[in-house]
């Protein structure tokens, strides 16, 4: 390995056409050092040898004044000529096993990796790191693999584990979608990446040293927080889950809610929109059913969470908007993929929700979350789900939840909450719901509203405590698998005592009562009819 202590965290591939115009290159170098920028990559695609070693000296020369490494791309002359700290290799350049005993025994060698195969044979043949995406796309360079999303970087850094390599995603890495990155790919065993390459959002700025600063921030914090932060989902002290401190915490949203009257923004489909507002009314919020992409950014300043169901797939461009606007400012966002099993399409636009935003709440049925979770085990029929459901819930949603890096929440006669670790199951509920349209649409509403009501109440119990602290997640927003199982209770709950008046005689006269019932629920009933189990 290289001489020079070597940290991926902020890791800069050079790219002299993006600069701004009267930037000069070494410059802007230099400040993006200063700003915060840990390893560099000198990458000249068009430059002849003599033009290219000359920037490629110049740049080691500023590189190790800061103690920061430098490699070069693809030119293993050029490193050698410069004494370079090492090279970055792409698949169809030289082999690993050539460039390794050419170079000398301390260089570091990376490898562009955009499979699994890739991953693999960079393991066995010795890369001291791995370059893996592309994440998303990019007008940097010429794409021509497909984008995996965080998602799929995520898969391809399980593969790293039991190893020393290293990794670095790579492709439309930016500042906004820095945590993102970093949060969304963590590995099913725990593994994150060691940090991420970036090239326009640094070269092309006007203000380099700001934007390595802006980079370099969002990875700290995502390391701080110990990769909970982003997700808003669990506290950095995890309590000790019981039936009766469950209902309690639960009870004490419901009264933030009330209490706060949190902005619920809601893009959802057209068939349940007046029954999701006034379910949200009932509940104590307010809400705001927004879908033009121009107005997300000034709504996410204000409202307390958003949710997403597509269940109409429509204005998906708001909902891409919304949730990348919700992601930058922290709010936490429920994602209700309804049918998504029915088609292509559906299942596609899922895939990029999901790879554009972080959820912090995953809400569906059987049949939904099967089909986003590529199981077999259960079908789906429409927005319905087929079948007896699955052989063992629990292990389900743990392992879902473990994967999306959010909480899950099952729905069906029995309702399963996870945030990965414990399993929350729920018994309450009545059959009337399942006779009513958009009964499970509400329940995403009023997971929404329980995810605002506990983060306006955290924020508001810390506004004395230090502001970064709240970023990093150490003074945490709320606890969001308890916003989860407080939202499917509140609606399961009122469903029971709503059908239990004498003015309800069906379906028909249902829904005004639970609305009603919604309305009336306070911490005690909530408590008094709630039944909970704690399974893991």
């Known amino acids: 390995m290289s001489a020079l202590k070597v940290d991926y965290s902020v890791y800069l591939v050079t790219g002299r056409d993006l600069l701004q115009p009267g930037m000069d290159y070494l410059e802007s170098l230099e400040q993006s050092l200063q700003g915060g920028v840990t390893l560099v990559q000198i990458r000249e695609k068009t430059a002849d040898t003599g033009e290219f070693l000359e920037i490629a000296q110049a740049s080691k020369t500023i590189c190790h004044k800061y103690n920061v490494p430098i490699l070069i791309n693809d030119r293993i002359d050029i490193a050698l000529a410069i004494k370079a700290d090492g090279v970055h290799l792409g698949q169809s350049d030289m082999p690993i096993s050539i460039a390794r005993s050419l170079l000398p025994p301390n260089s570091i060698i990376g490898l562009t990796c955009n499979n699994a195969e890739h991953v693999t044979k960079a393991i066995e043949d010795g890369a001291d790191y791995v370059g893996l995406g592309p994440v998303w796309a990019t007008a940097t360079k010429d794409v021509k693999n497909p984008t995996v999303g965080p998602r799929g970087i995520g898969k391809l ?37 060691d940090g991420v390459a970036v090239v326009s959002d640094i070269v092309a700025s006007q203000e380099p040293k700001k934007a390595a600063a802006r980079i370099a921030a969002e990875v700290q914090s995502f390391r701080r927080a110990q990769f909970q932060s982003f997700s808003l989902i669990n506290p950095i002290h995890k309590p000790d889950y019981n039936p009766d401190s469950i ?120 049949g939904e979350l099967a089909a986003l979770a590529n199981s077999a085990e259960v079908q789906a029929k429409g927005v319905d789900s087929v079948g007896s459901g699955f052989a063992n819930p629990a292990q389900f949603v743990r392992d ?137």
């Open 400 to 536: 879902l939840a473990k994967a999306e890096r959010c909480i899950v929440v099952l729905t069906g006669v029995i309702d399963w909450v996870s945030d990965g670790e414990t399993v929350i199951r729920l018994s309450n509920g009545h059959p009337y719901l399942g006779e009513i349209t958009g009964s499970g649409c509400m329940v995403g509403t009023s997971v929404a509203s329980f995810c605002a009501g506990v983060c306006l109440s955290e924020l508001a119990k810390n506004s004395s405590k230090n502001s970064q602290d709240i970023e990093d997640g150490r003074l945490f927003r709320g606890n969001m698998l308890l916003a989860a199982v407080g939202g499917v209770l509140a609606v399961t709950v009122a469903s029971e005592f709503a059908a239990a008046r004498k003015d309800v005689q069906g379906s028909g006269t249902f829904l005004p009562a639970f609305i009603d019932e919604l309305g009336k629920l306070t911490p005690q009933s909530l408590a008094s009819a709630a039944k909970i189990e704690v399974v893991s």
């Open 157 to 193: 850094v399980h593969l790293l584990e039991g190893t020393d390599v290293k990794s670095v995603a790579i492709a439309g890495i930016k500042s906004t979608n820095t945590l993102h990155c970093l949060h969304g790919s963590v590995s099913l065993g725990g593994r994150a990446l």
């Open 247 to 366: 209902k309690d915490a639960v009870g004490e949203i419901l009264t933030s809610i009330k209490k706060y009257s949190p902005l619920v923004h809601q893009i959802t489909n057209n068939v349940v929109t007046t029954q999701s507002a006034n379910a949200t009314l009932a509940l104590g919020g307010s809400p705001i059913m927004a879908t033009a992409p121009q107005e997300m950014d000034d709504l996410s300043a204000v409202f307390g969470a958003l949710l997403v169901n597509f269940g109409t797939i429509q204005n998906l461009d708001g909902m891409l908007v919304a949730g990348k606007c919700a992601n930058i400012r922290r709010k936490p966002i429920v994602f209700d993929p309804v049918g998504v099993g029915a088609s292509q399409y559906r299942q596609n636009s899922a895939n990029e929700l999901l790879n554009t935003w972080q959820a912090t709440v995953i809400k569906g049925n059987a």
